[in-house]
C-alpha cells in the first residue's frame, strides 16, 4: 500500500489504485463462477445464429452437395424477389396484424368487463388467463380437430343442434379449407386476447381514480370519459401489448404447421423457412430468409422497447 | 351563486355499523366560505364528496339552491370540485385542462377562449397555458385545478383539503389567495381541511366533525371562545387547551389547591356528572405565578421559543396522576428544561364541561 497517502486528483472518486495484478486477479476471482453460463449462452444462442448467418451467404443445397460455396446477397435477392416468399410475407403481416388487432379490441373489451367488482372476479379472471398458459400446438390441436373439424367438430355439432330446433337441414362446413387464414387468426386471437386483457387490465387499474371523478364533476357522459381519459392513458398500454403481440405472432409457426400446414396460401414466413429448409432442403436460402424474420423482429422490438422504456419514465415521473 | 343544505344526510358505507356521516344538518348561505374540519376519518371529505354526487346519501337530503340533487349525477349539479392531489387531466395541456368542461358543455370558442385566457390571468398562469401537467411545480397544478373550477363559474366550488400537498410557506400565501379569490367572486365555498388554523384563518365559518357526527358550526371567533363540547375545545387552538376533569366542590372545581369559580347554573348543571366537572384553560389565558401565589407547580418538559412568544410543556402530579400542562408565556417570563413553575389558570377564561357527556355547561 505505497500510494494510500496520494491526493486524489480533481473531479475523481476512484479509491487508491492497487497494484494492477491483484485487482485483476480479483476482478475475475468475481467473474470466474459465472463463465460457465456465459459460455453456454453463447454457445445455445450466439453460435446458431452466427452460422445462420454464414450459411444466408452461401450456396448450400443439400440435394447438390457439390456445389458448396459463396453465395453472397444471391440468397437475398432470391427471398425478396420469389413469389411464394413475397407471399409469405404478406400472410405474415396479415396474420400478425389481424391477430393483433382483433386481440386487442376483444382483450380491451373483457378488460372493462373485468375492471368492476363483482361476485367471483378473481376466479374469472384466471379462467379468462387460461388460453394463454395451452401449450401452442395443443391449442392448435384442440381447435383443428376439436372445434373445426367437419364431422364431430363443436361448430358444426353446434349447427346440428340450433338448426334442429327448427327442424332444418343444417350447414356443414369445411372450417379450415372454405376460411383457412381465417381459421388460423381465430384460433391465435383465442390465445392472445388473454395476453393483451392482462395488459390492459394493468392499465385500466393504475387509472387516476380523482381525474376519472373530475371528470365526472366536469359534466362527462360515461363514453366521454371513455374517450377523453381512459383510451388516452390506456395509449401505450396498448401500444405495448401491440407490438409484444406482433412479435411473437410474427415467428408464429405451431399453428399455421397444426391448422394447414402452410397450405391454402397461409403459409407465413417462419413455415416458409421451415420448408426451404427441410422440404427444399436449400440451406441458404432458408437461412437468408430467417434473418429476414429476424431483422423485422428487432425492427418491431426496438418500438416495444422504446414503449416499455417510455411507460417506465411514465411511472417514475409520478 | 347558491345556498347549500344538508337535510339529516346519512351516509352508510356497505357493511358498516357506524355511518361515515350521520344525519348531518348544515346550511351554507350564499357566497360562504363553509369550512368543514376534524380528524382523519370523521366524514369530512365524505359530506363533500356526497354534495359532490361521487358519493351517495343513503337517508336525507341535499339542496343546492332549494333545488334537491340528493340523487342527481355530478353533472347536473353545477358544481366545481379542486381535489387533494388535483386530479389534472395527464394528457391534457393547461388550456385544454381548463376548457375541458367548457367543451363538454359546447360553449363557442371564443368564448372558451375568453374564459379560459381570463382565469390564467386571475391566476398567473399565462405563461404555462400550453404545458403539461406533468411540467408544472405543485404550486403552479393548484393553481391550475383553480382555473380549472373558476371557468366553469359554478354554483358552488368544493374544495378538499386542495393544499396539503403543497410546502409550508406556499401553502400559507396559497391560503390567503384562495381566501381572496373566493371573496372577489363570491361563490358559495365549502372546504375540507384537517388542518384547523386552515379553517380558522380561511372560514367564515367553521364546521367541526367527528366521527360522521357534526359538533358544532360557527364562526372561528366563537368556535374558539365558546366551544360547545370537549371534542371542540380540543380540537382548535393551537396549542391545544389544557382539558383536565377535577372534583366538583360548592364554589366551582377544585383544580390542584385553586378552586376555579363557576356559576350556579353551571353547577347545577355539572352536578350530574359524578361529583366531577372538566375544565379546559388556554394555554394563552394561563399565568405563570409566583411560588406563593397558589399555583400549581409543574416541571417543565420543553419550551417552543416562537420569537414572539414561547409554548411551555411540563407535567404535574395531580390526584396521584401525572398530567401534562401547555402554557403560553412572553419570552422575558421564559423558564428552562426541567425548572419548576407555577400556573394559574386566568379564572374568567376557564371553560367547563359535562363530566361525562363533555358538553359545555
Redo the contacts between chains.
Keep these: 500500500m505505497t500510494l494510500a497517502v496520494e491526493k486524489p486528483g480533481p473531479g475523481t472518486a476512484t479509491p487508491p489504485e492497487r497494484p494492477s495484478g491483484a485487482r485483476r486477479a480479483s476482478a475475475w476471482a468475481r467473474r470466474a463462477p459465472l463463465l460457465p453460463a456465459l459460455v453456454f449462452m453463447i454457445v445455445v444462442t450466439q453460435l446458431p445464429f452466427v452460422a445462420t448467418l454464414v450459411i444466408s451467404f452461401m450456396d448450400w443445397n443439400a440435394y447438390y452437395p457439390d456445389e458448396i460455396g459463396f453465395a453472397g446477397f444471391d440468397n437475398f435477392q432470391r427471398v425478396l424477389t420469389d413469389v411464394n416468399m413475397r407471399d409469405a410475407v404478406w400472410t405474415t403481416i396479415l396474420l400478425t396484424a389481424s391477430v393483433v388487432i382483433i386481440s386487442l379490441l376483444l382483450g380491451l373489451g373483457i378488460a372493462l368487463l373485468l375492471d368492476r367488482s363483482f361476485r367471483g372476479r378473481g376466479a374469472v379472471r384466471t379462467m379468462m388467463i387460461a388460453p394463454f398458459l395451452v401449450v401452442p400446438v395443443a391449442a392448435a390441436l384442440l381447435w383443428k380437430h376439436a372445434l373445426y373439424n367437419p364431422e364431430y367438430g363443436l361448430f358444426n355439432g353446434a349447427l346440428t343442434w340450433l338448426w334442429g330446433l327448427f327442424g332444418a337441414d343444417p350447414p356443414q362446413p369445411d372450417w379450415i379449407s372454405s376460411m383457412p387464414l381465417s381459421a388460423i387468426v381465430a384460433s391465435l386471437v383465442w390465445q392472445w386476447t388473454p395476453f393483451m386483457m392482462l395488459i390492459l387490465l394493468a392499465g385500466l387499474q393504475s387509472r387516476?381514480l380523482?381525474?376519472i371523478?373530475?371528470?365526472?364533476?366536469?359534466?362527462?357522459?360515461s363514453w366521454?370519459i371513455f374517450t377523453?381519459?381512459t383510451l388516452?392513458?390506456l395509449r401505450q398500454y396498448l401500444e405495448l401489448g401491440g407490438l409484444l403481440g406482433s412479435i411473437y405472432v410474427v415467428q408464429n409457426f405451431d399453428a399455421v404447421f397444426t391448422i394447414t400446414s402452410g397450405g391454402l396460401g397461409t403459409a407465413n414466413l417462419p413455415y416458409a423457412v421451415y420448408q426451404t429448409f427441410y422440404n427444399a432442403h436449400d440451406y441458404g436460402r432458408a437461412s437468408a430468409a430467417a434473418v429476414v424474420v429476424v431483422i423485422g423482429t428487432i425492427i418491431i422490438a426496438t418500438f416495444a422497447l422504446r414503449t416499455v422504456s417510455s411507460l417506465f419514465r411514465e411511472e417514475s415521473?409520478r | 351563486m347558491a345556498t347549500v343544505s344538508y337535510n339529516k344526510a346519512t351516509r352508510i358505507y356497505a357493511g358498516q355499523e357506524r355511518p361515515a356521516v350521520n344525519e348531518l344538518d348544515l346550511q351554507i348561505g350564499d357566497g360562504e366560505f363553509l369550512v368543514l374540519v376534524g380528524p382523519s376519518g370523521c366524514g369530512k371529505s365524505t359530506s363533500l364528496r356526497m354534495l359532490?354526487?361521487?358519493e351517495d346519501v343513503d337517508r336525507g337530503q341535499i339542496l343546492i339552491d332549494q333545488r334537491d340533487v340528493t340523487h342527481l349525477?355530478?353533472?347536473s349539479r353545477d358544481?366545481?370540485?379542486v381535489?387533494?392531489?388535483y386530479?389534472?387531466?395527464?394528457?391534457m395541456t393547461v388550456y385544454e385542462n381548463m376548457a375541458?368542461?367548457l367543451k363538454?358543455?359546447k360553449t363557442s370558442k371564443a368564448e372558451i377562449d375568453r374564459r379560459v385566457k381570463e382565469a390564467a390571468q386571475l391566476l398567473q398562469l399565462d405563461e404555462y397555458l400550453s404545458r403539461k401537467p406533468?411540467a408544472l411545480s405543485g404550486g403552479q397544478r393548484q393553481r391550475v385545478a383553480m382555473g380549472?373550477a373558476i371557468v366553469?363559474e359554478p354554483q358552488v366550488f368544493l374544495m378538499d383539503e386542495p393544499l396539503s400537498n403543497l410546502d409550508a410557506k406556499l401553502r400559507v400565501q396559497t391560503r390567503s389567495q384562495i381566501a381572496t379569490l373566493q371573496a372577489k367572486l363570491g361563490i358559495t365555498t365549502v372546504y375540507v381541511t384537517h388542518d384547523q388554523v386552515e379553517a380558522m384563518t380561511m372560514g367564515h365559518r367553521v364546521a367541526v366533525m367527528l366521527d360522521g357526527v357534526l359538533q358544532q358550526c360557527d364562526t372561528p371567533r366563537a368556535l374558539y371562545d365558546t366551544p360547545q363540547n370537549v371534542f371542540v375545545a380540543g380540537f382548535i387552538g393551537s396549542p391545544a387547551m389544557n382539558i383536565k376533569t377535577v372534583p366538583l366542590s360548592e364554589q366551582g372545581a377544585s383544580f390542584a389547591q385553586m378552586i376555579l369559580p363557576m356559576q350556579r347554573e353551571q353547577i347545577a348543571a355539572a352536578s350530574s356528572g359524578g361529583g366531577k366537572v372538566t375544565i379546559g384553560f388556554r394555554p394563552e389565558a394561563t399565568d405563570l405565578v409566583g411560588p406563593h401565589e397558589g399555583g400549581l407547580p409543574i416541571v417543565v418538559d420543553l419550551v417552543e421559543d416562537l420569537g414572539s412568544d414561547a409554548n411551555v410543556y411540563g407535567h404535574a402530579a395531580l390526584d396521584g396522576g401525572s398530567e401534562r400542562f401547555v402554557v403560553r408565556t412572553d419570552r422575558r417570563g421564559m423558564p428552562s428544561m426541567g425548572e419548576t413553575v407555577f400556573i394559574k389558570p386566568q379564572p374568567n377564561h376557564v371553560h367547563a364541561f359535562h363530566a361525562t357527556n363533555g358538553n359545555r355547561i
Excluded at chain 2, 87 to 91: G, I, N
Aim: proline share 12%; glycine share 8%.
Design positions: 387516476p380523482d381525474v371523478e373530475a371528470a365526472r364533476i366536469d359534466g362527462a357522459t366521454q377523453n381519459m388516452p392513458h415521473g | 359532490a354526487g361521487l349525477p355530478p353533472k358544481i366545481a370540485m381535489f387533494q392531489n386530479a389534472l387531466y395527464p394528457h375541458f368542461a363538454l358543455r406533468k380549472r366553469r
